[in-house]
């Protein structure tokens, strides 16, 4: 009687676990489709981003729409923070920074669709000239630039005071690609690490000379 109640006792135990086996895989392929299910309509996203591009003209639609979202929200944060500053003119004109800033947004823009149209395979034989040009302009800075609040960061032009350390990332984005992709094998040699760090560190002291700290580390990262 003892053996067949253990016996007893033992098939329960054999349902129950199978129960629970059933449960646990049925659990196991719900979940299983709710992340076939997400990544089948992130993978359908990508397509129609890619598909509105391809129909603009092969452009990546997704990150022409986070710029585009990015700029459009520093343009409403500089009108918000200059707003007050402006009704106070002699002349008062409260949308002086929204019109500003908007045909910068534009005018970058279109500097953007610009480039994003050249063969950037034409950017590797330039990369000595972005990186003389960049330090050219630093050097400028240096000599006659403008200075506000005891930093000196801007050339006047008179109709656009301009930032040469903002040009300066771009430019050390192609100079260092330019390099690498022309030396290869200049990341292992002691030779093409010296030709880094010396561009970047004539970088670093020019600008933290001005002194402008953030654009700098920029420049360290970039590089």
Do not use: C
């Not at 067949?4 to 199978?18: N, P, T, V």
């Not at 092969?58 to 929200?73: C, E, H, K, M």
């Not at 002086?96 to 395979?121: D, E, K, P, S």
């Not at 030779?191 to 700098?216: C, D, E, R, Y």
Request: proline letters at 2%.
């Amino acid at each position: 009687m003892k053996q067949q109640a253990l016996s007893k006792k033992e098939q329960r135990d054999l349902k129950k676990l199978a129960k629970f086996n059933v449960k646990k895989r049925k659990a196991a392929e719900k979940a299983q489709a709710k992340a076939d299910a997400k990544a089948e309509k992130r993978a359908a996203r990508r397509e129609s981003w890619r598909e509105i591009g391809d129909a603009l003209g092969g452009y990546d639609f997704g990150v022409v729409a986070l710029v585009v979202i990015l700029s459009l929200f520093g343009v409403a944060m500089v009108f918000s923070a200059g707003y007050y500053e402006t009704i106070n003119f002699s002349e008062p004109d409260p949308l002086y920074y929204l019109r500003r800033q908007m045909f910068f947004v534009v005018t970058g823009l279109a500097i953007m669709f610009l480039f994003a149209n050249l063969n950037y395979r034409l950017y590797k034989n330039t990369y000595v000239f972005a990186a003389i040009l960049s330090l050219a302009m630093l050097g400028i800075v240096m000599l006659v630039g403008t200075s506000v609040n005891q930093s000196q960061r801007w050339i006047d032009l008179g109709f656009i005071r301009i930032t040469p350390s903002e040009f300066s990332k771009v430019l050390m984005i192609m100079f260092t690609s330019g390099f690498l992709a022309s030396n290869p094998k200049a990341v292992k040699s002691i030779k093409g690490l010296a030709v880094l760090a010396l561009v970047m560190g004539l970088h670093f002291w020019l600008i933290i000379s001005q002194p402008n700290l953030s654009t700098a580390i920029v420049i360290l990262a970039i590089m």
